[in-house]
């Protein structure tokens, strides 16, 4: 009667966590579980009136007008996470990282977690860029100037960090660190760039060293890691200075390196893995390349099956979808919104659109948020035409650009811009 009793209480655990999942719909990393920025969401508006649609709520004091940020924002059990600076005092020169907890329902903040010194070069886009990670009841924040902290979610206490910068011999990058750190099983993986290291796995419940991957000597960068399984391989990949780096998830290993260079080393947009492929874009008139990943007695060699210059996505990301890539150019024609084919490269549109900006995906629909006005617009998945449907505009609230990517979760869209949080109801219901 025992054993009965201890099965239907586990049974009752699990049925009613389920339950809470359900009725609690998360998106608890930069870009979503698959790193692709492509939400499950559907039932959700095809068009909407030149007002948008309905505003919910909005959050404010997410960062200091002096310090914007440009931190997106994830989501679990009811909170939402995102990071801002926050100035010392009358100081316009000093700000502390903050990461803060807001209810889902209403935007209001629930705590804020000081994460030490903030990023506040004005001539480099003061502010926090990476986006927090939650993994069950804890927050992993990482700042711009190299700090890693592991926070509790529902109550804000500081359960470890680590200095990544100082730890590993890190020069920070031209325009701060920007990556949103990943969780891995029972690991938390940075790309720290060091002299001592290029990649480091921590122990996510202490922040001990699991293992480390040799330094290359690069600094790190400023795009968000990929992981994948190729050939029963685990691999972490991910964009340093120079070009594609990808290493073991078990023991840090390096598996391969692919040179892919910009003017001014900078790399910001995600790989994309498929089929035994892996797709790299960055701006700068560089472009984006397939490479074919081939395995032969252990090791894994990368040969380049087309590349297309035309198509530099500086750092507002791309949608893959049913074949097609989907973004904006950097350089070409001044941030021009392209689809391109996924076989072969070939361009089957180009169109202005919002100008240059980040794109996400959900029920049919890109959601394309312009970097230099806050300008919306809804477009048609079609490689065959550019499609707008509906476009909107932010409010005329903050400064600086537009540079956090839209999250779409729970039928609602989450637009961040400086220390405002917006957030709209997109259910067709």
Known sequence: MKMLSRLLLVFSILFLSSILEAANPSWTVFHGFKGDNISPETGLLKSWSAEGPKLIWKAEGLGDTEFPGYSSVTISDGRIFT???????DSDQTANAFLFALDAK??????RYSNGSGWTNKGHYPGERSTPTVDGDRVYTYSAIGRLACVHAVTGQKIWDRNIQEDYVTQLPTWAFAESVIVDGDKVICWSGGVKASVVALDKMTG???????SNKEIGNYATMTIFEHDGIRIYANMNQKGLLGVRADTGEKLFFHPHETQ?????????????KILVSSGYAKGTALLQL???????????????????????????????????????????WMCLKLEDGSIAWEHPGIGQGSIAYADGLLYCFSEKDGTVSIVKTNPEKYEEVSRFSL???????????????????????????????????
């Open 83 to 89: 990071a801002g600076n926050v100035r010392l005092g």
């Open 106 to 111: 209403t935007g209001k903040e629930i705590w």
């Open 208 to 214: 001990k060293t699991i293992w480390e991957t040799p």
């Open 264 to 276: 001014f080393d900078i790399m910001a947009t995600t790989p994309y893995y498929f089929n035994g």
């Open 294 to 336: 081939t395995t032969n007695d252990g090791k894994i060699s990368l040969k380049e099956l087309w590349s297309e210059k035309k198509f530099d996505n500086q750092h507002g990301g791309i949608i893959v979808k049913d074949g097609y890539i989907y973004g904006a150019a950097h350089r070409y024609k001044k941030g021009i």
């Open 395 to 429: 409010a005329e609230e903050g400064s600086g650009l537009f540079w956090a990517h839209p999250v779409i979760c729970d039928k609602k869209l989450y637009l961040r811009h400086a220390g405002f949080l917006y957030c709209y109801n997109i259910a067709a219901d």
